[in-house]
């Protein structure tokens, strides 16, 4: 058998064939995979029952893991899953679904806004991988929007205008536009904004991408509220439904996505009942643009 992959969407997505992903690859299959995501920057792999250990040995083929830390709200005896494993779930240690007020519950929320994984990190992340191991009943989706056909379809003065155009990115952004303003001290240190470019082009085939995120709340140089306009028109440009892909979870899949070049959400689900999701991330290798430290 040999990787085959197949485009399941009009201008994205790969559904891949003829790999068994929890076992260790062959240099070719890397190879198949990587070019794979540089071509259509979300792969779709079903029937694959892996474990936490086999996720993140695949997840390395492609780079070092990311270091979550700084990444969320929660505390590390509070983890339900091994270091290495981001948990997109919506279960607590006991394994049950959290609370309704729980206030990991209520950040998580923020994974219903279209996001790219970690801009909010100066190294913002690669590739994320998530695996389904418990699907939830009602809802849950993960639609896809891709930010390279929305870049191609912008205007000649919109491009010229966004160009070299630097924003700020914060999870106090995304979530406080959820009304979340509430941060100890040293999540206001942690969640410090990152300064990224609006405009990214992709390391390997040159391919330039929108590079938006709920976490963007800021232009530098730009009136704020001037700066949010903008970012919000890029935003309705960006996700109309021809760019979008809707993923409907059968247990085991597992789909990967090039942050870089992809925004993403989860839709609203039914959280009385289990959503078990399991995300490795592969960490990205340079920032989008110089960080000027804080005084
Ligand atoms: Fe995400």
Excluded at 7 to 15: D, K, M, S, T, Y
Aim: glycine residues 6%; hydrophobic residues 40%; proline residues 4%.
């Amino acid at each position: 058998m040999s990787v085959a992959i197949r485009q399941i969407h009009a201008v994205f997505v790969g559904e891949v064939s003829g790999v068994d992903i929890t076992r260790p690859l062959a240099q070719d299959e890397v190879a198949a995979i990587e070019a794979g995501m540089d071509r259509y920057a979300v792969l779709v792999f079903h029937d694959q029952k892996l474990t936490d250990e086999q996720q993140m040995t695949f997840s390395r083929n492609f780079g070092a893991l990311e270091d979550a830390r700084g990444g969320n709200i929660g505390r590390p005896e509070d983890r339900r899953l091994e270091v290495g494993m981001n948990d997109v779930s919506n279960l607590g240690k006991d394994g049950r679904p959290m609370d309704r007020e729980s206030r990991q519950r209520l950040f998580n929320l923020g994974n219903m806004l279209w996001h790219s994984d970690s801009s909010f990190r100066a190294i913002p992340a690669k590739y994320s991988l998530l695996s389904a191991r418990v699907v939830n009943p009602t809802g849950g989706n993960t639609e896809f929007a891709d930010m390279r056909a929305a870049y191609d379809t912008l205007d000649a003065a919109t491009k010229a205008l966004i160009e070299d155009l630097v924003c700020e990115h914060s999870l106090m952004y995304s979530r406080g536009s959820l009304g979340m303003h509430d941060y100890s001290e040293e999540e206001r240190a942690m969640f410090r904004p990152v300064r990224q470019r609006l405009v990214r082009t992709h390391p390997v085939t040159g391919r330039k991408s929108l590079y938006l995120s709920s976490h963007a709340g800021a232009i530098i140089g730009m009136p704020t509220p001037e700066a949010r306009v903008l970012l919000r028109d890029l935003n309705e440009h960006a996700t109309q439904p021809r760019f979008v892909y809707v993923h409907t979870w059968r247990r085991w899949d597992l789909v990967m996505w090039d942050n870089r070049q992809m925004m993403h959400r989860v839709r609203r689900y039914d959280e009385k009942q289990p959503r078990d999701m399991r995300r490795t991330t592969v960490a990205g290798d340079a920032a989008t643009t110089t960080q000027i430290e804080a005084a």
